[in-house]
């Protein structure tokens, strides 16, 4: 039914035994899977452009601004669904645990990242606190993007 593959049409036996024909089949992690998908896109997108003005602004060095600066960014937002994703089939609060968890070992990743950064010069200071911006709003309004364009299967209750 859809475009993007989230609702599949599957025959189950054939027609003149009575078997279901045409159901809806609906994937719970497809709004998730889009929200990544989508991420994914705007942080690439985000990094070409991130090249494409730091590179010859800055060189080198912009260069390097732009590739750590969109890949702390961007990982740090896009392993937040992938964490959701790998415990959807768990209880809620095992889920919730998973990615309280996930997001305090980030927190501790980028203050350890960016300290052993802070006293290196490979990097433009202004292009990776840019891109770090960057890529955090564009992979957030990406994901959500993704997840409220996902078309979903409703009910309408008629009275």
């Not at 601004?65 to 702390?72: P, S």
Request: hydrophobic share 50%; aromatic share 8%; glycine share 14%.
């Amino acid at each position: 039914m859809s475009s993007n593959g989230e609702l599949h049409d599957q025959t189950s036996g054939d027609q003149s035994s009575g078997g279901e024909v045409g159901a809806t089949v609906y994937d719970s992690l497809a709004p998730l899977k889009n929200g990544l998908r989508y991420g994914l896109l705007g942080l690439l997108a985000l990094t070409a452009v991130g090249l494409a003005i730091w590179g010859p602004y800055k060189g080198l060095p912009g260069v390097w601004g732009v590739l750590v600066g969109a890949g702390v960014g961007g990982s740090f937002i896009l392993l937040t669904v992938i964490t959701i994703m790998a415990t959807a089939k768990l209880p809620p609060s095992m889920t919730m645990a998973a990615v309280m968890g996930s997001w305090f070992l980030k927190m501790v990743v980028v203050l350890v990242v960016m300290a052993i950064l802070g006293n290196m010069d490979f990097y433009a200071k202004g292009a990776l606190v840019s891109m770090l911006i960057g890529a955090i709003v564009a992979v957030l309004g990406s994901e959500v993007w993704g997840v409220l364009t996902t078309k979903t299967p409703y009910i309408d209750d008629v009275d």
